[in-house]
């Protein structure tokens, strides 16, 4: 049974640019009001429309039970989407259906005023998000406990730290018994281990035949979450259907991901009257018929170029950096000499090696060892996505590197109880 | 809980709106309750506010229009007692107008995050203007005993005032609770619509002076003001017969409100659905 069925949703926006100065006034439109019914000419300044389709054409079903990821890049409509789906935006076009009790969690501690306590925000926010005061206070205590703010239940929550605050407000919104779930990025906030809480939790509420419609950059989180994925591009439904076939066409769609660079002619060729560039290509070995590479992947980097010096002894120097530009790790070949001609170089980095997060590789040609000839910057740029299995954690997993060193753990000595 | 469907559709308005209004009356009363704790938080004086600024008012009132311009009160109640009754009333419409007119910009954060009825927002906020309106109500009490000052069976017209004050803030609230969402003048004009009513409305005399001029060019004007026969009407019910009260001015006051009220909630409605758009 269809819960949520969109049909032909599109939004517009009408954003004035007003040429010259000032803003959109209530003065400005008397002004020009006024001018108008004298016949005075069309102001200069005029303020000129222009329409941003927020959202085009949307078609799209939920059946109940379904815990729906909606992905896409910033300004894709994917806020907008739910915001129209909780009733706060009206469409420009087109028509939602919904059956069953909805609640939207757009914001973790909708309407918390900093001046009132704990206790009186649970009510205050409990109501806007449609509890019922009977419902809030059944569920007082549960509340409290999850958001682990006892102590503090009379202190004006402007008083509370970043921490608490977000995880009353969650807290809240967790403990609410909607047919429908709308929620919004909420998890960006708050710290690790709140979060894997806030998750078990919805993933509960799912269990007990919940719709849900969840809306994340984390991808990790919706992969566990979601059974279905909606992918929106500015304003457009791209693609709906399995959250792992819709993830994975998102990713190959979003990665800055350059794998090889070649070039055919020594003239256009990047290089000096020493070397010149022909190749340089990463190729991944894809894990699970995947199109993308992910802390698994297994990746082979391969780099031609041309010397054109008779005798020299050269090696490759190979600098993988992170996004931010720090060196994960630099490795050479060893020097051996060569003569004129063409010359690869090959290096493999294994899988389970690379922590998930967006490198460049730079390669270095070296003369005697000591001599740079050329660099090659940022020839390489790729993308390497997070894969868990078996982890009922979501945060960002630290560090540069996710090696698989052997690490276990065993029973040394069961205590037995008599 | 029966499940029903919900249809969202551009220019649709809620066909369960009053229904849902109805089913947020808890909402209404929350948010009722968190304006009147917020208002006092973190002052030393706290709610004594509430009666020291009708009381300081009225004083000065006494003191510049009584002792220095010689204002005459109606005949046989004492100056103090006819001003503070119209201070009471005029700042009951004056600050739920105000407050009604800024409600929906107050709660922007509220407008863009969760969907109600938006008529809960000036409705809920009116609750602070009324619980002035009481410590007035019971300085004026105070003030009647100390001039052993009894009222009368006028006295059961009294709620009557009060509702139709409630109703004329809305009237006119509503309008620009609508219109302060797109355009920000308004917060700069209400202060001054406030101060000039103060002025052209009866609180610190008493219509009793206009209706002795007889017909002068703007008499008809002054009549046509809804407040003041809600003023009037108002001090009539404390005061009894020795108050003036034109029971023709009630009148037009009730067809203004009412014609306003219509309108404006006509407004309101028109423009609910796309306050989102513009806050």
Not at chain 1, 333 to 338: G, R
Not at chain 1, 352 to 380: H, Q, R, W
Not at chain 2, 179 to 185: A, E, G, S, Y
């Amino acid at each position: 049974m269809a819960v949520i069925t969109v049909e032909n949703i599109s939004k517009q926006y009408i954003i004035d640019h007003q040429k010259g100065k000032g803003a959109n006034t209530l003065r400005d439109v008397i002004a020009e009001n006024f001018r108008a019914m004298f016949g005075g000419k069309k102001n200069q300044n005029a303020i000129t429309h222009e329409e941003f389709w927020a959202l085009r054409d949307v078609n799209f079903s939920i059946e109940q039970g379904d815990r729906v990821g909606i992905v896409g890049h910033n300004g894709a409509g994917k806020s907008t989407m739910l915001k129209i789906l909780s009733k706060i935006i009206e469409p420009t076009t087109g028509t939602v259906r919904i059956k069953g009790r909805v609640a939207s969690l757009l914001e973790v501690g909708t309407g918390f005023h900093p001046e009132l306590t704990g206790r009186e925000n649970i009510y205050l926010n409990g109501s806007l998000l449609g509890m019922s005061r009977s419902e809030i206070r059944k569920q007082f205590d549960e509340i409290v406990a999850f958001a682990g703010v006892e102590k503090f239940l009379d202190t004006p929550v402007k008083r509370y730290s970043s921490g608490m605050y977000v995880r009353l407000g969650f807290a809240i919104s967790a403990h609410l018994d909607p047919e429908i779930m709308i929620v919004d990025e909420v998890l960006a906030v708050g710290d690790a281990e709140f979060q894997k809480k806030s998750l078990g939790k919805m993933r509960d509420n799912s269990a007990s035949g919940r719709t849900i419609i969840f809306v994340s950059h984390n991808l990790t989180a919706v992969q566990a979450l979601c059974n279905k994925t909606l992918y929106f591009e500015k304003g457009q439904l791209i693609e709906q259907g399995e959250t792992n076939q819709v993830i994975a066409s998102y990713l190959s769609k979003v990665s800055k991901t350059r794998l090889l660079r070649e070039w055919d002619s020594l003239k256009e060729a990047p290089g000096n009257d020493y070397v010149r560039v022909r190749k340089i290509e990463l190729l991944p070995e894809y894990v699970d018929e995947l199109t993308h590479i992910d802390v698994r992947t297994p990746m082979k980097l391969r780099f031609e170029f041309w010397n054109q010096m008779d005798h020299a002894n050269l090696n490759l120097s190979l600098h993988l950096n992170s996004m931010t530009g720090e060196c994960i790790f630099n490795i050479g070949t060893k020097p051996q000499p060569y003569g004129k001609g063409l010359i690869v170089g090959e290096c493999t980095i294994p899988g389970y090696f690379l922590n998930d997060g967006t490198y460049t590789i730079s390669i270095m040609i070296v003369k005697d060892t000591a001599t740079p000839l050329y660099v090659m910057e940022e020839g390489i740029t790729f993308d390497v996505e997070d894969y868990r299995e078996g982890i009922a954690w979501y945060g960002k997993w630290p560090g540069y590197v996710r090696p698989q060193f052997p690490f276990h753990t065993k029973m040394l000595e069961p205590v037995t109880s008599e | 809980m029966k499940t029903h469907e919900v249809i969202i559709q551009p220019g649709r308005s809620e066909r369960h709106y009053w229904r849902d209004l109805w089913r947020n009356r808890e909402l209404m009363y929350i948010l009722s309750m968190r304006d009147v704790s917020v208002r006092y938080k973190q002052t030393a004086l706290g709610t004594a506010w509430g009666l020291i600024r009708p009381l300081t008012t009225m004083l000065i009132m006494v003191f510049v229009f009584s002792k220095i311009a010689k204002l005459p009160a109606d005949p046989g109640v004492p100056y103090p007692l006819m001003v503070l009754g119209g201070i009471t009333i005029w700042t009951f419409f004056s600050t739920a107008f105000n407050q009604i007119s800024n409600s929906v910009t107050m709660n922007a954060n509220l407008v863009t995050k969760v969907y109600f009825p938006r008529l809960i927002m000036p409705i809920s906020s009116v609750a602070v203007s009324f619980i002035d309106f009481l410590v007035s109500l019971g300085l004026f009490i105070v003030l009647a005993i100390w001039y052993r000052f009894l009222p009368d069976w006028h006295l059961i017209m009294l709620p009557a005032f009060i509702i139709l004050a409630l109703l004329a803030s809305f009237a006119f609230g509503l309008f620009f609770a609508a219109v302060n969402v797109k355009f920000r003048d308004i917060g700069q004009l209400i202060p001054f619509i406030v101060q000039v009513g103060f002025y052209v409305c009866p609180i610190a005399y008493s219509s009793r002076l206009v209706a002795d001029k007889g017909d002068v060019w703007w008499t008809p004007f002054y009549w046509m003001n809804p407040m003041v026969g809600i003023i009037d009407g108002f001090r009539w019910s404390l005061l009894g017969e020795r108050a003036y009260f034109n029971p023709q001015s009630l009148l037009i006051s009730i067809s203004i409100v009412g014609i306003c009220l219509a309108l404006s909630l006509y407004f309101f409605r028109k423009r609910e659905n796309t306050f989102v758009d513009d806050i």
